[in-house]
Structures are given as C-alpha cells and as structure tokens.
C-alpha cells in the first residue's frame, strides 16, 4: 500500500473520533449537572425536624432514703470450738458436718481405759482411808475414855501425876490422827472426783444446740491434751447471725446505735435483711493505710437463708421518709429568700441532695395546713427517720419551684415545699398533688437521616452548624 492510500484512509477516521469524544463529554456533563442539583436539592431541602421536648415525670407515692454504704460478713452469733480435755484416741465420732445437734447431745468418744483404770486405783485408796478413818475414831474414844478416868483419878488423889499427863498425851494423839485421817479422805475423795471427771471428758458432749459446721478430726487420731485442748469440731448456732461491716473513717462520725440499717447478699436476688446497728468496736483495722472501723448488728435466720462468711452489702440509713410525695430532684429548682432569688435547679438539687435543706425556715403560721394541695384522702401517712417529725416540718423544709404541665399543655410555674432530699428524688410536702405531671428533663430534639448542618460544615458550605 502507498503512502497517499495510508494516509487517505487514516484522515476518514478522524471525524468518527471526533463525533464519540463530543458525546461522551456531553454525558458526563449531563451527569455532574444533575449530580450537583441533587445534592443542592438535598442539602437545602426541607429537613424533618424533631425539636426538643420536656421530660414530663409524675408526682408519685414512694420512699426517700439517704444511706451510707458499706461492706462486711455474716458470722455465727454464737460459734463453739468442742475440743478434748482428756489424752488420747479418738475412738468414735458420731456426727458429721452439717447435722444439727441439740445441748448435751453425745458428740465422740475417747478410748479410756486408762482413765477407768484410774478411777478404780482412786476409789480403792478412798475406801482405805475411810477405813482407816474408823480406826482412828475408834482410838479416839478410848483415848478420851482414859483422859477421863484419870481425871476422876486425880480429883480423887488416887492416880500419878505420870499417868495423869500420859493419859492427856494421848488424847492428843487421838485427835491428831483422826484429823490427818480426816483431811487424807478428803483428799483421796477430791483425787476420785478428778479421775471421774477425767473419765466424763472421753465421752464429748455438745455444749450447745446449733450445726456442725466443721470437723477437724477423724476417728482413730490420738488427741494430745497435755498443754492444749485439740479441737475435734466446731459448733455454730445459725438460728442468728452477726454481721460484721467494714465502715469507713470519714463515715464513722455519722453512725450511731440503733440507727436502721438493711444489707443484701448476693445470692439473695431482690431480698434484703433489715436490723439496727448494735456495736461500733472502737479499734480499727489497718490496712494499707485505710482504716476501717467494725460495726455489729444482728439478723434473725430462721429459715437458714444466711450462712457463714456470705458477703453482705450495708446501706446505713442516716435519713428517711417512708409512703410520702416524691419528685424528682431534676425537676427542682431551690429558692433561697424567695422566688427573686432562684438559683439554677440542677445545682441546687446536688447541694441539697443527702439530706441537706435549704435556708427556708417553714411557711407563715397557718399558711399551710397538714395535707394542703393534696387531694382528699391521698395524703399518705408519713413515716420519718433520721430527719425531722410531721410536727417540725419548718426546720427541715425548703421552698423550690417546678414547672406543671397544665390539662391544656401548658407549662406553669408553681412554687412548693419540699421535706427531705436524696441524690435521686425529693419529698413534696405541700404544692403538689398526686399523678400531676412535672417537668424534670428535657428530650433531645433530633433530625431524620443524616444531619445536613453538621454535612454542610465538613464539606465547607455556607450554613452549616460548626
């Protein structure tokens, strides 16, 4: 093929090359034209906005409380470590661990043959004396029957001198020996009661009712009792158990005896354990530089709930309130010489909360009555602790206002009483009735989809939230 024929058929293709390149860049700018309006549509397009909404929570029934935690174990009230005071073989046991056992119930047996063997030497030589006893007493009176007689003899100067004064020399005598007789008994007996009591000691006895909650030994072991008793079992009465809490320092100063305290386990689910605090022991444990003070209280286990070592969670309760209106403490804002001087209702709440009141020292005589704002027959029947009584409400009393939604939706500002606080939830004590709906949050608004704002901000357009 020629050059001019090349050439000629090169030169036909240029116009194909040149039309597809022209549509192509047609359609791509198709492409970017509607990709662009989309997205300004999109972005600038009307968003299905939620705004925020109040969290509307009502006036409830219920119990305050305001506790110091704690941790601790249950022991046994009254524990028994049932050892042998006698040496020598373990000879039967006749009870395991877990069987209850009732006081003075036969526990184990020691081998004692040589404690009999003892008892019989000690019964034998007490036998000997008593006998020998008699033969003194018996010398005795024919002593005393020749002292006579030379009595008469010398009143009557019909005797010697000599046999006057060996006659009182054995009198004497008499008396003596029957006295050495005498005192050898009873130490012969006293030797007979210790043998006996040697010989009691191999036959073990529960000194209390309760549960074996462990045996040490096993039959067949030789017991040496020589300078300690070794322990065979143990005897715990699990009808009671103490619970012994580890109370921190800086909460020492705010417990007291008798104060209500409560504790669960944590195998007991939902239930707890309620008693009053019997005994702060006042010398700590160290450990680590922390001290921890030892509180004892008391718990009733009837039913063997309760076992030995079981961890316990305490809740102190320093300040209650029982069946009286509750709000949540979100849902107030504290006054402070009135409503002029309201202060931010969050803040507030934590410095009142534990208890804590404000500077309000009650309302005006006559101005509230017992029950006011409360609905007939729904005020419940207060129960307090730790705080003031119904009767001195005005020292334990702060004024707050929240904010009532009214039958209409509309939102009212309303100022009340309020009694006894936690961290959670405060006392209405005159303002409020019950099942009336306050507000105590706010619902965070939102926006269906992506959020457009914070995408028009990242890819830097104009209107965006930054």
């Known amino acids: 093929m020629t050059s001019d024929s090349a050439n000629k058929t090169e030169d036909s293709f240029v116009p194909l090359r040149r039309k597809k390149s022209k549509k192509g860049l047609i359609g791509l700018f198709i492409i970017v034209l509607l990709a662009a309006g989309g997205s300004y549509y999109w972005l600038n397009g009307d968003e299905d906005v939620v705004e925020n909404q109040p969290l ?12 110091i935690a704690a941790t601790g174990s249950l022991k046994p009230f009254e524990t028994v470590e049932v050892g042998a005071q006698v040496t020598g073989q373990l000879l039967k046991l006749y009870v395991e661990a877990g069987d209850k056992v009732e006081e003075g119930q036969l526990l184990a047996e020691i081998y004692a043959s040589l404690q009999e063997q003892r008892v019989a030497s000690s019964r034998a030589n007490l036998e000997g004396q008593e006998a020998q006893l008699e033969s003194r007493l018996s010398a005795l009176q024919l002593a005393q029957a020749n002292a006579d007689r030379q009595r008469r003899l010398m009143a009557a100067d019909a005797t010697s001198q000599l046999d006057f004064d060996n006659a009182m020399n054995q009198l004497a005598a008499a008396q003596a020996n029957l006295t050495q007789a005498q005192r050898q008994v009873d130490q012969s007996r006293a030797n ?3 043998e006996e009591q040697e010989l009691a000691f191999t036959r073990i006895a529960a000194p209390i009712s309760g549960t074996v909650v462990s045996v040490s030994m096993n039959e067949g072991r030789t ?3 020589v300078q300690q008793a070794p322990t065979i079992l143990t005897i715990a009465d699990l009808t009671q158990m103490t619970v012994e809490a580890e109370i921190s320092e800086a909460d020492i100063s705010s417990l007291s005896n008798g104060m209500e305290v409560y504790f669960t386990t944590l195998g007991g689910g939902n239930r707890r354990w309620s008693s009053t605090l019997r005994q702060i022991l006042p010398q700590p444990t160290i450990t680590n530089n922390v001290v921890l003070y030892t509180g004892l209280f008391d718990i009733e286990n009837e039913d063997g709930a309760l076992l030995p070592e079981m961890t316990a969670q305490i809740y102190f309760v320093t300040s209650a309130a029982r069946n009286v209106l509750t ?6 804002t504290f006054l402070e010489g009135g409503p002029a001087s309201a202060g931010s209702g969050f803040n507030a709440a934590m ?8 500077s309000f020292n009650g309302p005006p005589p006559g101005a509230i009555a017992d029950g006011a704002n409360f609905p007939a027959g729904a005020l419940p029947a207060r129960n307090r602790q730790g705080g003031a009584t119904p009767n001195d409400r005005g020292a334990a009393t702060s004024m707050a206002s929240v904010q009532v939604q009214l039958n209409d939706g509309t939102l009212e500002t309303r100022e009340i009483i309020v009694g006894l606080t936690s961290r959670v939830s405060a006392e209405v004590m005159s303002g409020l009735q019950v099942g009336e709906l306050v507000v105590s949050g706010v619902i965070q608004g939102s926006v269906n989809g992506v959020d457009r704002d914070q995408l028009r901000s990242a890819l830097g357009i104009p209107g965006g939230r930054r």
């Open 351 to 358: 410095a009142n909360a534990g208890g804590r009141r404000g």
């Open 327 to 332: 709000v949540p403490i979100g849902a107030l």
């Open 192 to 194: 007979l009661d210790i």
């Open 56 to 67: 509307l929570t009502p006036v409830q029934v219920g119990d305050i409380e305001n506790t």
């Open 223 to 225: 017991l040496n009792a």
